[in-house]
């Protein structure tokens, strides 16, 4: 089964900026579905943003602030996220679909004070 470890999380000031990572073990393809959602106090979990094929979707409240980039040779997408709001405050959490499998990071908490 394949593993997620998330790094990056952290404290910043609204407007700041945090670069999260996510390397999975073993081997996947870049065809697989790869990225990240978020989880906001008291929300629902939403979707911030994937990539697979070379394609992207961002959720609509990141859109034009946040950039999704992957690394094949290493497993690894990355999340740049600039211009931060308060708003963006949520554990995001890494995610792979592989084989119709979905797996999940453990999460890695970003919050942003204003």
């Known amino acids: 089964q394949v593993q997620l470890v998330e790094s990056g999380g952290g404290l910043v000031q609204a407007g700041g900026s945090l670069r999260l990572s996510c390397a999975a073990s073993?081997?996947?393809?870049?065809?697989?579905?790869m990225g990240w959602y978020r989880q906001g106090p008291g929300k629902q979990r939403e979707l911030v943003a994937v990539?697979?094929?070379?394609?992207?979707n961002y959720g609509d409240s990141v859109k034009g602030r946040f950039t999704i980039s992957r690394d094949n040779a290493k497993n690894t997408v990355y999340l740049q996220m600039n211009s931060l709001k308060p708003e963006d405050t949520a554990v995001y959490y890494c995610?792979?679909?592989?084989?119709?499998?979905?797996?999940w990071g453990q999460g890695t908490q970003v919050t942003v004070s204003s």
């Open positions: 995610y792979l679909n592989s084989g119709g499998r979905s797996s």
């Open positions: 073993g081997r996947i393809s870049s065809w697989n579905p």
């Open positions: 990539t697979s094929g070379g394609s992207t």
